[in-house]
């Protein structure tokens, strides 16, 4: 009797097992139809189910606007789309760009996303094919890209909301209504470079400004060491005691200020590892020029040099100057802070 009961309650044991293994099969549980949908892996804070991609405009230097100096963009961008189980008939998957779906992700996610520019992502005809028995179409929803167009691109990011629409075939299933896989997003985050980087002195544009005896340098924190840094010696220097520095020179006047040459140091080794370069008008509000690592900038005769494409105008020369953890504080110092102007 005993051996009876047991093999009973053995055989409904795997009944259900055999039950829960099939329901983790469906999109929804107890949900039995196939289900469309895309699955992007999407990196750091960047919109889930992304493509990310990024560029570097910079100011074009034979006359307005921007042109493109890199980009990551492929000449066509593409995504397979899935089902949930093998489907049971041949199916076309059609997809649309939907650009009213930007407003909404900025407005739930607090962004800034813009539109692209007309021209640089081909969106018509967008679709896919998926074969009975598969769970992955055949080739991917492909978007082919433009890079023409690229320096119209003067904002800092960029959305295309691609979403999955009709299905040719509704014996297969049905077009996922989960917002998350139903939509892929194109993503192009832009850098507006106005440093030009490795610059050297045959990429100077004007030249140095003199006197520099009327221009007036405060520092934060507070200095350790006071000298000028703007009277031509390299014997005399300020220094402070925490990275990062801050270095604010008023020129007394407006110029066209076309870089910066900067002494910190007499050796490759103790120069800031990065330095953030602010300029103003006003002396309040500052628009922020960039931040190149010390990798991104020329070291020659004990200067950095920190030279623009394009002349920008300003009164105020703000930097932050920043250092690795091992450096001594003995190395947190200006000796000579020059401009370079039209």
């Not at 949900?31 to 889930?48: C, L, M, R, V, W």
């Not at 100077?204 to 405060?218: E, H, K």
């Not at 008008?281 to 690592?293: C, H, K, M, T, V």
């Amino acid at each position: 009797m005993l051996n009876r009961k047991y093999f009973a309650a053995c055989i409904m044991s795997g009944l259900v097992m055999a039950s829960c293994t099939k329901e983790t099969n469906y999109d929804v549980k107890g949900d039995t139809e196939t289900k469309f949908f895309t699955n992007i892996t999407s990196p750091g804070n960047a919109p889930q189910n992304s493509l990310n991609y990024s560029l570097v405009n910079i100011p074009n230097t034979a006359g307005s606007g921007l042109v493109n100096l890199s980009s990551t963009l492929p000449a066509n961008i593409q995504f397979p789309v899935l089902a949930t189980k093998a489907t049971t008939a041949d199916a076309t998957i059609s997809a649309v760009l939907d650009t009213s779906l930007i407003s909404a992700y900025n407005a739930a996610h607090n962004t800034n996303y813009l539109p692209f520019p007309a021209g640089i992502l081909k969106t018509d005809g967008l679709l896919a094919h998926i074969a009975k028995g598969n769970t992955m179409s055949t080739d991917s929803i492909t978007i082919p890209t433009d890079p023409a167009n690229l320096g119209a691109m003067t904002g800092v990011a960029y959305m295309a909301p691609i979403k999955l629409t009709t299905l040719s075939n509704n014996s297969a299933g049905k077009i996922t209504d989960n917002t998350t896989t139903q939509i892929t997003y194109v993503v192009a985050n832009v850098e507006q470079r106005r440093i030009k980087y490795l610059a050297t002195t045959s990429d100077v544009i004007g030249a140095l400004i003199t006197p520099r005896t009327s221009w007036v340098a405060s520092f934060s924190p507070a200095l350790t060491t006071t000298g000028s840094v703007t009277d031509a010696s390299l014997t005399t220097y300020s220094r402070w005691s925490a990275s990062p520095g801050q270095i604010d020179v008023d020129m007394q006047a407006s110029k066209n200020v076309t870089g910066i040459r900067l002494y910190t140091a007499n050796s490759a080794t103790y120069v800031p590892s990065q330095i953030g370069v602010y300029l103003s008008n006003d002396g309040i509000n500052y628009d922020y020029i960039g931040a190149p690592l010390k990798a991104n900038l020329t070291y020659a005769s004990s200067y950095n040099y920190i030279l623009f494409y394009q002349a920008i105008q300003a009164r105020y020369v703000r930097l932050k100057l920043s250092y690795p953890t091992s450096t001594n504080t003995q190395n947190y110092r200006v000796v000579e802070f020059d401009v370079y102007a039209q």
